[in-house]
């Protein structure tokens, strides 16, 4: 049995695979680098592009569910690093939300690499979330743009923002509360690379926030990091002030270390023996944080598995139920899309990269975890 340590990053895949193999349970390794894997098949749903009625069905669910929840249903969109299609797929899910009928807010939150705006087609944006940051505007909604995309409006973090890197505490609570205070049926908030604690702030304004990846193992074992991160971080803030908990959280966040703690169950094993109240609390966490992971630039579909492997080690070593959205293959037309800042999927509407956008956001429709932001993650 492996002691669910992860590797640090790495250059060679076969290094990787031996590191692996020594440090996981050999059951997962073979499910990460097995070949082959079953890929979800959703029912398409071009017929809605062209209207009709089962159009017309589709988009009165969409607007059922909205009139049934809280207006405001949030999903933050993260990733590893940089590149690896959170602002391509976060404006391709808004763009489909808002032809489904919703109201829809993009937010570009990756001040340290704000790009979103490009993919709406927008060169200049006229006004910028740092206009909100300088108080140049009293309120959010006056930096809300119209784009050429019905019901879709922009939130550009382009221009002169401090990159995330250096945002002041009090910079990133102001741009989380005043986001968390926006109304729409949807809000989708594109937030920056890395796990840096901004980021990991911005992706825990919800329970569930989507991942993405790519197929590379180096890309799986930072996803993997990164919901570590989150988890440990969502505990350091619940259990803020209490002193008798600061050794455990190190050696939980630290596996490596020589007195670390190799996963999610040991820790909770040490935590109940230490406090009850505190190891109740870290059951809730871990069972009301649900991810999403979607899987992108996948070069086949059986590579495009890699999201349930994924799934399966974040259960095993984190007690987290992700949820597998779906996959994206890579596709020139996402490319080509890019360098003239058109959307893809107006470009190309039956590419196989839109017509897995689709796919992901009829699944995203029936996807409980998206709720309105936590309040008690914004202090
Ligand atoms: N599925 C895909 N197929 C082909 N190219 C892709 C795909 N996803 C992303 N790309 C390319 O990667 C570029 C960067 O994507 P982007 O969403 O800006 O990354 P991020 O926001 O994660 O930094 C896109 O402009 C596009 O050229
Ligand atoms: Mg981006």
Redesign the pocket.
Known sequence: MGNGRLPRASSGINWLIIRWAALFDFGIIQQVVGSETRVERLPLMQERRGGGQSGIDERNNWLKRYETTESRRIITVA?CK????????ASALAIEAGRCGADVILVDA?LG?P?LHTYLGIRQPERVISDFLSHCVANIEEVILDTEFPGVRLISGAGNVPSQANLKFAQKMKIIKAISSLRADLLIVDIG?GSSRDVMDFFSMTDGGILITTCEPASIINSYGFMKNVVYRRFGRAFRGKKHLVGLLERGMNPEADDGIPDIEKFLDELSELDTECWMEAKAILSDFRPGIIV??AESAGEAGVDEKLKAIVKKYLSIEAECLGA????IY??AA?RKMTPFSVLAPDCP?AQSIRRIAARLLDWSSIEAPIESRMG
């Open positions: 990733g940089g590149g690896i299609g959170k602002s391509v797929i990756d690499g790009n690379a992108n630039r994206i293959v890579e596709d996402v490319k890019a990269a």
